[in-house]
């Protein structure tokens, strides 16, 4: 930087570092001497007192350990200011780290930034870190042989490439089909060794795989070198192929470039970015997109198998659908949903000429539900196309394989890593800080220091009314600044569960139609003209796990848990890869009758493509705020006044859904601190120095926008919902966590989470009571009663907690629909008896004195109305006598 240095970056002392990795010409507003002089340093230090600090003005290289020449470079700064100890001056060391995701990046403090006295240390992730590209970063894709040729393109050996600029890669060349026709090598695990004249059958060697004689599809950068011809949307880390609309590859086309720093085609990028804008913009179209191989199949039989995962779940009156097709006949037909689980299809070929057609047609109809609709494909593999392998396969980064002869790799355990073509995975350095990674990881990440959002609180089981309350780090990202505290052990309710308790050792709910007095633990009858409604519910104490009836999984390219995780008296959708996922936690239960269903939810950082999604019995429910700061869906939210218990069970009584929807809650902004935050910034009144006074105001200026920020967007915040259940027997809630894979634009990824609390459903079976309500007006019920019954046609009650039955109308009246709460007067003129859900007029016959009657039946429509009858004034009216 020729401008200001980077930084401030802040340590967990409260000292402030900036620093200018290759320049000392730049311009200094930061770091000061006594006298108040700009320091020409690459690296300073503020202290907490104010006062700056050379940590080093002069540069050096070093290599790393031997094997990770290429994993980046060790830059030391030294002769910097004197005064920390008696001989040395200060000195610094900043690891370069090459991670091809970070684009440009930024240093990081490395706890114990100040390691030894004296020297200190940083880290910067950055794609530039890595070496300049060269012939050896690249692999040869051969395509299938023609006329006894094929084309041989040259395609990274590494995604996203551990190099940048330097040398491109050869252009594509057309060369003689080899080894020879007749040589076969088909079994996985095999390929062609081109070194030996003729060729000859080998085993791959350990870091590599084969799947036989064909070819294998799983790392989208190029299709094109495959011989595929789509207009599908490649993922920004290439590890999967998006149908165009899809929410995941609109998002993948902001940046159109190439990972590896060079220009994309406007054929590949700015079309179909066009194309699937569109698409998703209008989701009423019914474009067809399509994904298309021409293959030739050598072998006396051929096969390819399809690895696919279906977004969302539309009303079949929407439909769409995924299809696949051989030759144009469809062998996969209109596919709608694989319950968000990448799904496997697998299909015959027969020796010779075909063509292999994946189409996706999108939902029509409204709503940006609709447009969420599409198809990933992760993997193709075709057998048949060829005699042999033409050259083995390196393993991806985050994978290796040890052995030879190997038809798949392995993928790297959690705390550890790879590269491409490894034959074993490297541990994450383990210290007092030290660092992490998910399973599958093509590096490891500094631990930063634990937040609240970090620590979780943990309960043993309780027995004999007591339990030990444990809080304990639920995250391998962090590190802790200070010691846990120590168990404590406290009473407890072995029920959690609301309306359960202890009898004879067993959590036991009341009889149907009582509930508990928890204060006095007894079961108390429901009075007449009361009920005991029976209540599922989870997530609302210190639950221990899953309640019976739930179940979690996490399916896509980037899990690093295996689903939802509980946390207390909460749970989250857990900690992942910043790449394309689904993490779905379901919920089964059966319904004694309808009722609602409400939890709260909120967002906690991500991209706004990422979010939650709610399903209800199969059905995507489209009032869920899928993000917070999506401006489309803030308009949904209804006022913060929520429903009450008696009036949603009023209103599933009679079938009323409207209290459906997304409530807002009072702002509950959720702050993520570090845990000893508050002392830190307690620490020192008086600033000492200009400097140290700018860097605090920056900070809390900072502190106060995000903050604010947070407010405003939504994020972190509770929302509660309400959904309505009208199918009694078995039901079933999903919530998704969707997180899409975001391209590189030189910012550290944010990954989110989304959280659930305070789940319930009303009328369930298996729940208990813990309450009794008054029967809603227009309902009755007798002692004893586990929910209410509507007043039959003929009858009502105007009062709520009607006892044992309703009144019935008094003759002339009626009152048509069950649940009234009174009856209508009929007309002039007609009989009624008493109890009549209908007003009696006589077939439509009247007389209004002796001798004289009409008979208006025969005018009677069953069909259309009379109509329409049009006024002066435009009007139109409409009756049938």
Known sequence: RTTDMYGPLIDQHGHAYYMNVCSKQHTNHSCFDQQGVPIATYACQVTVTGLGMDLGHTMGFAPLAAGAERDGVLVEYTHGSTGCHPTRERASRLLMRCDPRAGIGAPVPVEPVEYSPCDYQFEWPSLYACPLCTEQDYRAVYSQCVDNEQTVTYVPREQPPRCHDGVQPPAVQTVPCTPAPDLVCSEPGTYADRSVDGGACAQTPPGTFSVGAGFEVDEWSNPAAYGITTDWVASPLHQAIYSSGRRSATSSTRHAGNEDGSASSAQEITTTAASSTTTAASSSSSTLSTLSVRLNVVAERGSFELVYKLFSTPPASAGGGFSVLVDGEAVLERVRSTELRYATFRGELTSGPHSLTLQFEPASGQGSHLADFGVALYRLTVLGTAHAAAEPTPCAAGRYQPEAGAATCLTCPANTYSHAGSTECTPCRQDDHGQWSLPGSADCTWRAACTDDDLVTVYSPCEDNHRQRLVTRGSDRCYLKSALPEPVEEECDPCLDTGFHVVDGQCTSCPTGSYLKREQDTCVEAAAGWFAPPVLTAFYSESIGFAHGFSTFCDGTSCGSAGWLPRGDRVDSGQHHAGELDVVLDWSFNLLSAGYAAFEYRVLGGDPDDGIELYVNGERYPALLYHPTAASTRSALRAATLPSDAELYSAALRGDASLAGVYELDDEVHQSQPVDVEQHTQRENVVQHTQRENVEQHTQRENVEQQRQRADDGLGVWRRVFVYLSQTGANHLRWNYH??????????????????????????????????????????????????????????AAQVGTASACTPCPENTASPLAGSVRCEACGRNTQTPGGAADCDINQCRFSPLAGVEYDLSALARTTDMYGPLIDQHGHAYYMNV
């Open 739 to 796: 997180q899409c894979e975001q391209a590189i634009d030189g910012e550290a990824r944010t990954l989110g989470k989304a959280e659930l609390r305070r789940i319930t459903v009303q009328n369930a079976e298996g729940g208990a009571a813990e309450a009794s309500l008054r029967c809603p007006a227009g309902s009755f019920s007798s002692a004893g009663a586990s929910h209410c019954t509507l007043c039959a046609p003929g009858s009502f």
